[in-house]
């Protein structure tokens, strides 16, 4: 097994030891087929190994004990345990001794449709089409055999969330492999942990209207873990928030619904288009968390000109993004924060009435802080992202009283490549920058804020104005400060200038050979 790489500063979702070596097996056995389609055969899968190792466990338990009156074939002894109740057909050990039959398909929808059946919470979630005609069943088979060999859903696994860890770096695979369709249902983790770390989410509702596979309500979860000793929460990690979300695509819902139930989260996750059919319409959030689709232009906004989420202006019908950003608002409670993504156009587009939303918004003093991230961090799109960070109330007596003022952070010379096509922000990234937000708001124990030129700064609202409402962090907080080298300017330049003499002379050197040879092969004029 790989080792993992524990250090916090050279830590990014890029580090991985059995994750990449599953999913090397599993996409081996892809074949022809289609990543989107081939996410749901194998997600599906380990999400069945792991309710059935957690209950074989149990089941063994019950077994040692038929004689103080144990009976393992009663649900209600799994049920107590939250753990899944397995019915016989759909335990992995049955499959996999079934996994080279031909009818291996069928016995695999039997299977889900019986944890269905014997799982409310699991209604109308896993995927039951494993025995159509264009699955090949060989690959099938072997598929299960070799899922069989990752212990995920046992004690050990649940204790290192190998399942959680393993669900979640195939997420990010097929959405690479996806390419822009991937990012419909997968935020990068280190994105999510950032925007997380920002607004700590201890305690009370939180939301996320276009939900995807539910990566927000996960990393706040586990946030609340990792925290959970000295915040004053007494470790209650499930008990102290109320989950809330929303999701369009069908099969990117069941994905979303899985990925809370492996975890033991429980969550209202709603089907259907936020903006048309809002699932959750009387909702006040403690703190909302969302990565909309960027710049959606069919959006159905002309249906919806006169709607009452529409406080700061309507939305063009051209583009959602400021739709969302209103729905948002909306769905804030009084003392409410919101951390979410948007393409970096939202901070300054003055197109279609955006800009005088955005004016609206500053001049009501909800814009709490904006972030530029670096390049390369999205699957779905090259488009260059922002983060924005509103609040309800910024005299709350919770921080100290920042009305009139916007923090500016630039952290697009942050992060580093994951891979040749991607970044990733690094735990210390992360650290760095969520600090200065929360020494900035006036945290307890989050030291001093101070403004540094090319990263950060605290601009009162007339600054903004003078601006013309527009949010990029670069024209706030100027260019970094270059250490001086001690060279006197007119010595500096003479060198230079003789460098580049010197490498002009050797360049028409070389120039003059190319010629040379090329003249000798009969090629010049």
């Known amino acids: 097994m790989a080792k993992r790489n524990t250090g916090a500063s050279e830590a990014t979702s890029a580090n991985v030891g059995y994750e990449a070596q599953l999913w090397q097996m599993a996409d081996a ?15 599906g899968l380990i999400f069945l190994k792991y309710i059935s190792d957690a209950f074989e466990e149990q089941h063994a338990k019950l077994n040692a004990d038929k004689a103080q009156g144990a009976d393992p074939e009663d649900p209600d002894e799994y049920r107590a345990l939250n753990i899944f109740w397995v019915p016989p057909e759909a335990r992995w050990s049955h499959l996999r001794a079934q996994s080279k ?10 299977a889900m449709a019986g944890v269905e059946r014997d799982n409310p919470a699991l209604k109308s979630v896993l995927p039951k089409d494993y025995a159509r ?40 695979q097929f959405a690479s492999a996806e390419g822009k369709k991937g990012g419909e249902f997968y935020t990068p983790r280190c994105v999510v942990k950032l925007l997380v770390e920002m607004i700590e989410p201890f ?72 903006f048309h059919n809002d ?14 689709p960027f710049n959606i232009s069919d959006w159905g906004g002309e249906r919806l000109r006169d709607d009452k989420r529409w406080q700061y202006g309507a939305p063009p019908p051209g583009n959602a993004n400021y739709a969302w950003v209103e729905h948002i608002v ?14 970096n156009g939202s901070m300054s587009s003055n197109q279609s009435g955006e800009g005088e939303i955005r004016k609206n918004l500053i001049e009501a003093d909800l814009v709490d802080c904006m972030i530029a991230l670096p390049g390369q961090l999205f699957y779905s799109t090259q488009i260059p992202a922002c983060l924005w960070f509103l609040a309800r109330n910024r005299k709350n007596g919770k ?4 009305r009139g003022q916007v923090l500016f952070i630039d952290a697009r010379k942050l992060g580093r490549m994951a891979d040749r096509t991607h970044k990733d922000l690094t735990d210390d990234d992360i650290a760095r920058i ?15 804020y101070a403004d540094i030129a090319g990263f950060c700064k605290s601009a009162p609202r007339e600054e903004v104005r003078k601006h013309g409402h527009v949010l990029t962090p670069g024209r706030y907080v100027g260019a970094e400060v270059v250490e001086d080298d001690g060279e006197p300017f007119e010595a500096k330049m003479q060198r230079l200038t003789a460098t580049l003499r010197e490498q002009q002379a050797e360049a028409a050197k070389l120039d003059a050979a190319i010629g040379a040879n090329l003249m000798e092969l009969g090629y010049g004029e």
């Open 330 to 343: 909306h769905h804030l409670a009084p003392a409410g924060v919101a951390g979410f993504v948007l393409a």
């Open 279 to 292: 699932r959750h319409p009387d909702l006040k959030a403690d703190f909302i968390l969302a990565n909309p």
């Open 101 to 110: 039959q031909p009818t291996v398909g069928q016995l695999v929808d039997d």
């Open 203 to 274: 305690h009370g509702r939180v939301y996320d209207p276009c939900c995807g596979s539910s990566g927000m309500f996960v990393q706040s979860v586990e946030f609340i873990r990792a925290h959970s000793k000295g915040n004053g929460n007494g470790g209650r990690a499930k008990a102290d928030i109320s989950i809330y979300g929303q999701e369009s695509n069908y099969t990117t819902w069941r994905l979303a619904r899985m990925n809370l139930a492996i975890r033991g989260i429980d969550g209202q996750i709603g089907h259907g288009d936020t």
């Open 434 to 448: 969520a600090k200065t937000y929360h020494a900035w708001r006036g945290e307890q124990h989050a030291g001093e």
């Open 399 to 402: 921080f100290r009283d920042r």
């Open 29 to 43: 056995l892809r074949g022809s087929m289609d990543a989107a389609e081939y996410k749901h055969v194998v997600l």
């Open 133 to 172: 005609p264009a699955l090949d069943k060989e690959r099938l088979g072997q598929l299960i055999d070799k899922i069989s060999n990752v212990a995920v859903g046992d004690d050990a696994g649940r204790a290192k969330d190998v399942l959680g860890r393993v669900y979640e770096y195939f997420l990010s």
